[in-house]
Each structure stands twice: as C-alpha cells, then as structure tokens.
C-alpha cells in the first residue's frame, strides 16, 4: 500500500512540476492558493474512484470467483477430453 501511496505522490508532485514548468515558459506563475486547489481537486477525483471501487467490490468479488471456478471446470473437461482421444 505504500508503494500505491508514493506512485500517486511522484505522480502529482511530477505533474505539477510539469505544468508550473509549461506555464513558466509562458510567463504564467500559478498561485499558491491555485496549485492547492489542483492538489485538492486531483486528491479528490482518486478518493472517488477509490470509493466507486470499493462501493462495488460486493458485485465484482462474486463475479470474479465465480468466472475462475468455471475456468477451472473448463480446464478439468479440456483435460478429460484430452485424455480420451
């Protein structure tokens, strides 16, 4: 997990870095007030996603136990199968 936590930190911090270094080329200077603002709508927008996902893991952890419990009756009849040639 905190391997996940400072991929998001390098990620914002690096593309803020690019974005105050475009708008320097420019002659724009973003306020403090205005780069908080950034980090603050970029934070928000991941514990969004975040609570989507954790809003649907009810549906998709069924799902996805039952789609591996059919692979593996397929893998057992393509094995049987196999074997009675």
Do not use: C, D, H
Request: overall charge positive; cysteine-free.
């Amino acid at each position: 997990m905190n391997y996940l936590y400072m991929l998001f930190k390098y990620l914002v911090y690096s593309g803020i870095k690019k974005q105050s270094q475009r708008e320097a080329a420019r002659g724009i200077y973003p306020t403090t007030t205005e780069r908080a603002l950034r980090l603050l709508l970029f934070w928000g927008a991941v514990a969004m996603v975040i609570a989507v996902i954790i809003e649907l893991l009810p549906f998709i952890v069924p799902i996805v136990i039952l789609a591996l419990i059919l692979y593996g009756f397929y893998l057992l009849v393509k094995k049987f199968l196999s074997g009675v040639r």
